[in-house]
């Protein structure tokens, strides 16, 4: 049985032996953990220079978003090109969507550039499973979202402090309310854990599994296609063939969606560390 192999190729996404099909003598080349691995650009790991396709991956993203929003709002006009109405109906459903109603326009306004840069960069990210020759999430690598999770904690543990002082974050945070009596301090142990380590958790997780699972599935299928692409497994080929253009249009539904919650968990998180009471 030929064993799958992570190419030393950072275009290559789909980790599998190409000559392998079905009759030919070799088992059924499954995604796994190495189809999340990649061979460095250049260094490696045991050096202090070290650059991979996934970290390609978000300097092109990056820098796209960039282009887009400069070449969009560098010279605004009154009435609007092609490229500027996009932009501006982006950052407005963001802004107006997500931040005003969840924080409010008075106190979400300074926060709307930031929950911007976090959907984009997070679309943006997704959206590389489904881009020809990139062909993977980087959202789908967890030091992404824990990343991005970790900006998002800072800022609201932050905020919290800064609003209430220290004795009301530690009421913040351990959602204190003496009318619990005797069960409180179970209670604020409970809220205190649950604020201050399964949130951020959570926060990160969410992104990263539904990535995860998404970029297996589409590689499960699409392995399959070209792995039954023999003899009377054609047929078979074709229906798995035909999952991947469903899961494909599916992911793009996924992907919108899951920058969508990241951003309004942000802003949800943000909300509670400006509310006066809890």
Known sequence: MKEPAVSADPTQTLA??????????????????????????????????YFNKTMLLALLG???IVAVFWAAFARPKVVPGKLQMVAEAGYDFVRRGVVYETIGKKEGEKYVPLVVSLFFFV???????????????????????VALAAIVYILWVSLTFKRHGFVGAFKNFTGYDKSLGAV???????????NLLVRPFTHAVRLFANMFAGHTLL?????????????????????????????????????????????LLTCSFIQGALAESH
């Open 16 to 49: 599998f032996d190409t000559s392998c099909h079905l009759f030919s003598g070799c088992g059924f080349p499954a995604p796994g953990l190495h189809s999340f691995l990649f061979e460095p650009i250049f260094g490696d790991a045991n050096s202090n220079v």
């Open 62 to 64: 990056s820098i796209i």
């Open 219 to 263: 590689l499960l299928f699409t392995i399959a296609s070209w792995y039954m692409l023999n003899g009377i497994g054609i047929a078979y080929s074709a229906v798995s063939f035909v999952m991947v253009l469903v899961m494909t249009a599916f992911e793009l539904f996924i992907q919108a969606v899951q920058a969508y919650v990241f951003v």
């Open 123 to 145: 679309w943006m990210m997704n959206l590389w499973s489904i881009i020809p020759v990139a062909q993977f999430p980087v959202t789908a690598i967890i030091s992404y979202p």
């Open 184 to 194: 409180l301090p179970l209670s604020m142990t409970i809220e205190l854990f649950s």
